[in-house]
């Protein structure tokens, strides 16, 4: 963990602020702008680009997981700017945080996967690229969106560890384990053999 400086009414402010900022949820708002149904009721029921992807709709999909890494990275950069190391941290979790459990969305969002890349990103981007890399590497091996998400996450405080940034463990863990949670489903899928493969229209 990176040393706490900032006073803990600021932290509390940047907690709200990211988190508010991670509950937009892009892919729903941009699959009803685009005509392409509620997102809610498409494929898995998701509301991330995996699932706008299901809609058939590639510059949607596009579209929905830069909105969703990019605020990620959003609120990380503005707390590390604006406040510090201490508070781009915080920002990170909550605004991933926002993503999974929006209020506008009675806190039933997505899976963070986007943002958690774009957060790692903003964080460290060695840290960001090798993760993307580890979900590229195998997505393209395997066909499967949630599978890479998970290998990526599991891997990233190993990352973290061989690239000098032993400070970002913790909230790495953290953040993996809600992938991880946020995912049991898929898990039951793939070991069942029936998780959708990327591409697939949902």
């Given at each position: 963990m990176p040393e706490i400086v900032t006073s803990v009414p600021l932290l509390g402010a940047v907690a709200v602020l990211a988190y508010l900022l991670g509950s937009v949820p892009f892919g729903l708002v941009i699959a009803k702008l685009m005509?392409?149904?509620?997102?809610?009721?498409?494929?898995?029921?998701?509301i991330g680009?995996?699932?706008?992807?299901?809609?058939?709709?590639?510059?949607?999909?596009?579209?929905t997981l830069l909105l969703d890494s990019g605020k990620g990275a959003i609120a990380v950069i503005l707390a590390r700017v604006l406040v510090g190391e201490d508070a781009a941290q915080l920002a990170g979790f909550m605004a991933f945080l926002g993503h999974l459990f929006p209020v506008w969305l009675g806190f039933r969002g997505g899976k963070g996967v986007a943002t958690y890349l774009g957060t790692l990103l903003a964080l460290a981007f060695p840290i960001g690229a090798a993760a993307c890399l580890t979900w590229l590497v195998i997505a393209a091996l395997f066909r499967i969106s949630s599978l890479a998400a998970l290998i990526a996450a599991l891997i990233v405080p190993v990352w973290l560890m061989v690239l000098g940034?032993?400070?970002?463990?913790?909230?790495?863990?953290?953040?993996?384990?809600?992938?991880?949670?946020?995912?049991?489903?898929?898990?039951?899928?793939?070991?069942?053999?029936?998780?959708s493969k990327i591409g697939k229209k949902g």
């Open positions: 005509g392409l149904g509620d997102l809610r009721q498409i494929g898995s029921g998701n680009a995996t699932n706008v992807l299901r809609t058939g709709s590639k510059p949607a999909a596009l579209a940034r032993p400070d970002m463990v913790v909230l790495s863990i953290a953040l993996g384990a809600l992938i991880w949670v946020q995912h049991i489903p898929n898990i039951r899928r793939i070991l069942t053999g029936t998780e």
